[in-house]
């Protein structure tokens, strides 16, 4: 094979309650990329499309590029490879953008070097694009854009430990992206360093509930955990609009909403595809409300992570 | 139906990472109380047995006649019931034994009544007991006594909200009861107020994870996620030799090993009745090291609750 070309999905992370610890991917958006042999060593981007040029075309300062050194250095290999990127899904939205293409990256590589290491080995690789991202190595995007599905971080510490829990077959995520910014960083130094213990123990009854409402497919117990006592509270206001979007999404029949990772998008979990699309047409109306556009996306949850297209 | 007789079992809170949302019931140790009705109004105790003379027989200060009277009040009834009440267990251990009266008095009360309550509405009034013996009305000794099985507590506010979580069936729980005793609210108060987002983080973490690996039956998850970083570092100081009683339940196969409530007990859990067992020798061994007497209960995870036995 000399080359490739590789979809990997937009993910939700946190998902309410599970600040950290929990993620989805979505069947859409997503990021593209088309990998090509070369023979001079060493990682070259020839073109990054979707990003209004905002990502750097330096191998180093580009988080796939970041996560593909960091496989071929540990496969002590030094494959010349170049890079096409393709955006399709917005930058700093709270999708896990840079998940995303570290996702498509390491996974495309793998697959063009004859798929040397399994699929879950790929994690460690993937993480090192969301270091350079966000600052820490965190696994709630990577993880289900490389795995699909609903995915659980239960440690990372000493060892990354990733539980897959099984979701309702109609199950539908409705993303609303609205047309501001939010920087992952800044999102998260507001947070407190500490929280109260009863917080804690109110967070920690919803993680339960929101496992065992998914596995047993019981929407009430969905609905109900999805709860955020700790981390919405502060981080809704860096969204304009936050209580208006969210009221409209539970007033037009979704089980819950609150923010896509680190923000400003926000999601909302409904029990059917047309359910979803009227929380997100509401959504939308409620954003259009404090004067600002947004994009609609609605899947369900996709099960499949990254994917070879070409 | 002029009297009844009433097994509750005993439960272990907390459960490692669940800090008051976790609980499941044992096959025993447990409570025992009778009820006879008589024909003047008011709740008459009559005798207490195994207490070694530390119950009031005065009905309001009494956990199970606390629970009795919220449970007649509500009903506006003013049956005349006189108790007996036998405690197969020891008090201020961390197994639940102010739930399990509660429960086995509210319970035979309900029956004796003609049962005009369902079981899970029974919960209120047990929880009242619990109430009056450690200042809060905390469910999760009483919800797994009354309900039987593995239960998550996932809201006290607005609306109790109790999730029971299956169990694979060759789950064992090993108890050990050191002859110390730690109260209830000593425990409570030696509790920090607030806890690092990192450590709540790790917590979440872990209660996802022993929820996934209890549902999915996966024994090395169970494991993996019977991990407390909040609470057993502070009340574990309580209970003398507590590191090397863990180490020993680990060593004799045991998948995880914590306090047993606010303690001293302290429980293991493992995958079949014969490690179960092991480990409650090496535990018992641990303790007695330190010069301190115990007493061993295995059982597989009662699923009953409450029973009528006579």
């Known amino acids: 094979m000399e080359s490739i070309k590789v979809f990997a999905p937009a ?22 990329i088309i990998l090509r042999k070369k023979v001079t060593p060493g990682l070259e981007i020839v073109k990054i499309e979707g990003d209004q040029g905002r990502l750097s075309l330096d191998p180093e300062k580009n988080t796939a590029c970041i996560s593909m050194l960091a496989y071929l ?13 393709r955006k399709k899904m917005p930058l700093g939205s709270g999708l896990g953008s840079s998940a995303a293409s570290s996702v498509a990256g390491v996974f495309a590589l793998n697959e063009l070097m004859g798929r040397p290491m399994d699929q879950i080995d790929l994690l460690p690789f993937a993480m090192e694009g969301e270091r350079f991202a966000s600052g820490t190595p965190h696994a709630d995007n990577v993880a289900p854009s490389l795995l699909g599905g609903f995915i659980a971080i239960r440690s990372y510490e000493p ?29 998260r130094n507001i947070l407190r360093k500490e929280t109260s213990l009863k917080n804690t123990i109110t967070q920690m009854g919803n993680v339960a509930g929101l496992v065992a409402g998914l596995m047993k497919g ?13 981390i919405e509270p502060v981080r809704s206001i860096l969204i304009p609009g936050f209580d208006e979007v969210k009221h ?23 029990k059917d595809r047309d359910t979803a699309k009227k929380v997100g047409e509401a959504m939308q109306r409620a954003f259009a409300s404090v004067q600002i556009e947004s994009e609609i996306y609605v899947s369900s949850i996709n099960q499949n992570g990254p994917v070879v297209i070409g």
């Open 11 to 32: 993910t939700v992370a946190n998902v309410a309650c599970g600040f950290d610890i929990f993620g989805f991917a979505v069947d859409n958006p997503g990021d593209e």
């Open 73 to 85: 250095k540990h496969l002590n290999a030094n494959q010349g490879i170049s890079i096409e990127l």
């Open 159 to 187: 060892k990354l430990d990733v539980v897959k829990i099984d979701t309702p077959a109609e199950l539908f995520a409705t993303i609303v992206h609205p047309q501001i910014e939010v920087n992952t960083r800044d999102a």
């Open 218 to 230: 019981d929407y009430g117990l969905i609905s109900r955990s999805l709860v955020d006592v700790i």
């Open 248 to 270: 409209a999404a539970i007033e037009a029949g979704a089980l819950g909403c609150s923010i896509s990772g680190a923000g400003p998008s926000m999601f909302a979990l409904s």
